[in-house]
């Protein structure tokens, strides 16, 4: 499965990637790694990279890395469709204390853009 993973430097998006990349490894996936700027994010995108590079370099999975610009979500959706992804990983979302989950705005952007299936990674 060609699988297509944003990653912006949040917690829940650094919880997507060793869950993605451990998946890529048992099931043979074709990774990409697209890295995108997060306003919610601490982390820098060199500081992101570097994680990234950290994860596949211990599970021996050897990626594509790519720095997308502009907005996020609409990179992710038009790189997906692009270049024929079979899926769309993303981290994020909770649950609020109603049982409703909550994501930001980058993640619903794909989910109700993309047309190519999304998985959402919560932690």
Known sequence: MKVLLGVGGTDHSMAALEQTVA????????LTVGIVDNPAAELSR???EARVR????EAGLDAEIRHLEGDPGSELVHLSEAEEFDKI??????????????????????????HVTVSLVRR
């Open 23 to 30: 998946r890529a490894v048992d099931a043979g996936d074709d």
């Open 46 to 48: 060199e500081a992101v």
């Open 54 to 57: 950290e994860v596949l370099d």
């Open 89 to 114: 990983v993303l981290g994020g979302g909770e649950t609020s204390p109603m049982g409703k989950i909550k994501i930001g705005s980058i993640a619903e952007f794909v989910l109700l853009n993309s």
